[in-house]
């Protein structure tokens, strides 16, 4: 444990060593973090020489706001942290001045906001972390508990390197519906802010779409697109802007496209389930790595399999113990602990976890059927070239049965990639904007272009270019209509580059680049 993140903390702020209690059994190291109400600080376990994090309470016991909330979390945690993508708790205690204080594990790698403000993660680390914290929102989500505050800084990493989710300070039961205390604006679904929802598996889902944007981009998704005036106008800007898109050369297409879905404004537009958004940050690891994370989760295949739920309940499990103080299972791997075949058949498990049958005497079977095979295919050769070709001296003076007709009719089939339509394209592929232009209206640039092959639910992404050609990674813009308009740009050419996105967010290889010139 790192950090409290259920208030406002104060960047930098450390607690003061005399402030911390003691505690029986634990040895004082030194603070780690300070929050809004709680301090963070390092002991170490006696007997044991194991390191933990303790958050204790600013206030005693008797202020019953904050005895609940510690208490809510302690038992949120006992729930929940079995699994191994979730922080886990030791102890819950009251120390001799009245202080609640949770004994958690100790993650010394930090949070991901400490990666995220050095400039952010690469794709691949975002993808592996994106599919551990969607299997720990799972687990909670079908334990009916909401996280509501999802964001980086409570994305922790433990010694082994992995991540885990902390922080259920402000946790709820799905149907409670109450407000949620303590958000954090940038990470928080507009729903939430707009006071139209307390919090909902939807809203998590947001935050955490969000928080894998922020990984890749280097500061949150509305800071990272639009200029934020402060902290009221951010909210303004997530409740009514256009939501972000990655630029090109940050995140591949695939990437971008889940992660917009995963941030859609309309909730009922987002992922169903953290199990789904799971399983699409997979399918797009082993898309462009070839490789995926395994989904950790009781009941939950690691890989997708066509169905959504593995019906094995498996004892293995990847990137830590299987279990961690409890006797739940949580599946990490496809070997399957039972073997569902009828009697007299044998079944064994590749490395992917899925069932190959084999049948005795099942090879001569296929032997035989090849000869068998074989045998068929000889004769109808004979017999064709027998009944097809013409007797003696008409050999030769006639052609065989069919030969030349087609390949009169070969060549009278036009190839269908030999095409003089600049427009034709490969099936799949999504073409650029054409038909770019620029021009000034006053102090304003605005640019129009036109789509080559509109389909239903295209849109467009662009952003301004530098006067070096560079992307402005201060701002990118959606936008259904295939226009745009730069206020009071700086210099004598402003240019912009355009990418259109298709209904299924695959999106245009190459942008179109577009300049106006005074």
């Not at 005895?67 to 699994?83: D, G, I, P, V, Y």
């Not at 068929?376 to 030349?404: D, H, K, M, Y």
């Not at 490969?426 to 036109?450: H, I, K, M």
Request: net charge negative; hydrophobic share 35%; aromatic share 6%.
């Amino acid at each position: 444990m790192q950090q409290n993140g259920s208030q406002a903390r104060r960047p930098g702020a450390v607690p003061a060593m005399d402030q911390a209690p003691a505690l029986p059994g634990l040895r004082l190291l030194r603070p780690l973090d300070l929050g809004g109400t709680a301090a963070v600080y390092l002991y170490e376990q006696e007997g044991l020489n194991r390191p933990v994090a303790v958050k204790v309470a600013l206030q005693g016991s008797m202020d019953q706001q904050t005895h609940q909330l510690f208490l809510r979390e302690a038992k949120t945690l006992a729930k929940l942290s079995t699994h191994p993508c979730i922080l886990s708790i030791h102890q819950a205690l009251v120390s001799d001045d009245g202080r609640d204080c949770l004994v958690l594990e100790y993650a010394p790698g930090g949070s991901c906001k400490t990666i995220m403000l050095k400039g952010g993660m690469d794709q691949e680390g975002v993808l592996d972390l994106g599919v551990r914290m969607a299997s720990a929102l799972c687990c909670a989500h079908e334990r009916g508990i909401l996280h509501r505050d999802v964001k980086p800084s409570n994305f922790l990493i433990t010694d082994q390197g992995l991540s885990v989710l902390a922080d259920f300070g402000i946790s709820s039961g799905i149907y409670g519906g109450e407000r949620a205390g303590g958000l954090s604006i940038p990470w928080a679904a507009p729903e939430v802010l707009a006071n139209r929802s307390g919090g909902s598996e939807a809203s998590d889902i947001y935050s955490l779409g969000a928080s894998l944007f922020g990984m890749l981009a280097g500061r949150s998704p509305y800071e990272y697109a639009y200029r934020a005036r402060d902290e009221d106008h951010l909210a303004q800007l997530i409740l009514t802007a256009e939501t972000p898109v990655l630029h090109m050369g940050e995140a591949s297409p695939v990437l971008a496209a889940v992660l917009e879905k995963a941030m859609a404004h309309d909730r009922d537009d987002r992922y169903y389930s953290a199990l789904e958004f799971g399983r699409a940050l997979q399918e797009v690891q082993q898309q462009l790595y070839g490789h995926a994370t395994p989904f950790i989760g009781e009941g939950i295949a690691p890989y997708p399999q066509g169905d959504a739920r593995s019906h094995a309940h498996t004892g293995a499990m990847a990137g830590r113990t299987k279990s961690k103080e409890s006797g739940h299972s949580w599946t990490g791997t496809g070997v399957s602990s039972k073997s569902r075949l009828q009697p007299g058949r044998e079944a064994v498990t590749d490395h992917e976890g899925s069932q190959v049958r084999r049948f005795p005497g099942g090879r001569r079977r296929v032997i035989l059927l090849a000869l068998i095979l074989a045998a068929v295919l000889a004769v109808a050769l004979v017999w064709a070239l027998v009944v097809g070709l013409p007797n003696g001296s008409e050999r030769g003076s006639q052609p065989a049965a069919g030969s030349s007709q087609v390949q009169s009719q070969q060549a009278q089939s036009p190839d269908p990639t030999d095409s003089s339509d600049p427009h034709d394209l490969q099936e799949g592929s999504v073409p650029s904007p054409t038909q770019g232009q620029g021009r000034y209206q006053g102090t304003t640039a605005v640019f129009v272009w036109a789509n080559p092959d509109p389909k239903p639910g295209d849109s467009y992404v662009w952003h301004p270019l530098d006067q070096g050609g560079a992307e402005d990674r201060g701002r990118s813009v959606q936008t259904r209509q295939p226009t745009a308009r730069i206020d009071d740009p700086q210099g004598g050419q402003t240019c912009i580059s355009v990418t259109l996105v298709r209904a299924d967010r695959s999106m245009s290889q190459e942008p179109t680049i577009i300049c106006a010139v005074q």
